[in-house]
């Protein structure tokens, strides 16, 4: 019961820490690591200056179902793709995310070409599994 208490609080520590740093700055995007950053609310002009600023990959953690959800990840491959830029759809929702999400993160960020830009509604999603996987020992940096 101690350690489901424990990593219970790091996970929301981590998603407060990572919401608390999006909101503190103006960028498109947020660097988590010199090889991934993280952005939020998308739109296809914002994807757009995103691509052009020299990512390789994308991951888009936001479900194209979620509310309020405005583009979709086949409108955001069809940008990416122009550019050769290869997307990845991972859907997952913030409070349900499984060590099964976390080892798919992992796997995706081994193999794919760096950077890498990840996607949901606000970075903290896609921040909570850059931290999970980083924290296991996952992530081939």
């Not at 509310?67 to 913030?94: C, F, H, M």
């Not at 796997?107 to 850059?130: D, H, Q, T, W």
């Amino acid at each position: 019961m101690t350690k489901r208490l424990f990593k219970s609080v790091i996970c929301t520590a981590l998603i407060l820490t990572s919401s608390a740093l999006w909101a503190a700055t103006n960028n498109l995007s947020q660097a988590l690591s010199p090889q991934l950053s993280v952005s939020g609310e998308m739109t296809q002009d914002k994807f757009q200056q995103l691509i052009k600023q020299g990512f390789k990959s994308v991951i888009v953690n936001r479900p194209d179902q979620e509310q309020g959800n405005t583009v979709r990840v086949d409108q955001l491959r069809n940008i990416a793709e122009q550019s050769k830029v290869s997307v990845i759809y991972q859907p997952v929702t913030s409070s349900k995310i499984s060590e099964t999400d976390v080892v798919e993160f992992a796997k995706y960020y081994n193999e794919l070409p760096k950077p890498i830009l990840m996607v949901c509604k606000s970075g903290a999603r896609s921040s909570l599994l850059f931290n999970q996987a980083k924290q296991r020992g996952l992530l081939h940096e």
